[in-house]
């Protein structure tokens, strides 16, 4: 079953409440493990990927993930980090405001995709630095795995 479709207040929330304290190798591992642990248990076919800047940190492509994936976290995490927003808030955004998304930005669309599924990473004394990204999924069902998982590490207080 997939997560209904957030609005893009509820977004905006989520985002202001996934800060982190910090960020280093160790918490984009413990991110990135915590996703693919979940995709683990419930046979998701995900590629996943927490970058630092656009340098992948952790990469992984689970069983049933294709090439592909990859390609769709590469231009779903340059929206998140160009932005400074999720892919899928720029995905609704986009479709609420009625704007074809790469011609408004004039970006070309090989490079960007607004499509959920890429949270940008935001430490609270550095701004945005990175973002952890699914790709396998519907892009609500992408945003919701990323989500869950900064949440976790958040909480937890460290990796």
């Known amino acids: ?62 069983p049933g993930a294709t090439p592909d994936n990859i390609d769709w976290v590469r231009r779903k995490r340059a929206v998140a980090v160009r932005f400074h927003k999720s892919s899928l808030y720029m995905r609704i955004e986009a479709q609420h405001k009625n704007w074809d998304f790469s011609k408004r930005w004039r970006i070309p669309e090989a490079d960007y995709v607004a499509s959920g599924g890429s949270i940008p990473i935001v430490v609270r004394s550095a701004g945005v630095i990175g973002a952890a990204t699914v790709s396998g999924l519907t892009d609500v069902a992408d945003h919701a795995l990323v989500a869950d998982a900064l949440r976790a590490v958040q909480a937890d207080g460290r990796p």
Do not use: C, K
């Open 1 to 62: 079953m997939s997560p209904i479709e957030p609005t893009l207040e509820e977004l905006t929330s989520q985002h202001q409440s996934l800060v982190l304290e910090r960020f280093d190798y160790a918490v984009a591992w413990a991110i990135g493990a915590y996703i693919r642990d979940a995709a683990t248990r419930q046979s998701l076919p995900i590629a996943i990927e927490v970058s630092h800047g656009n340098a992948p940190v952790f990469l992984a492509l689970m």
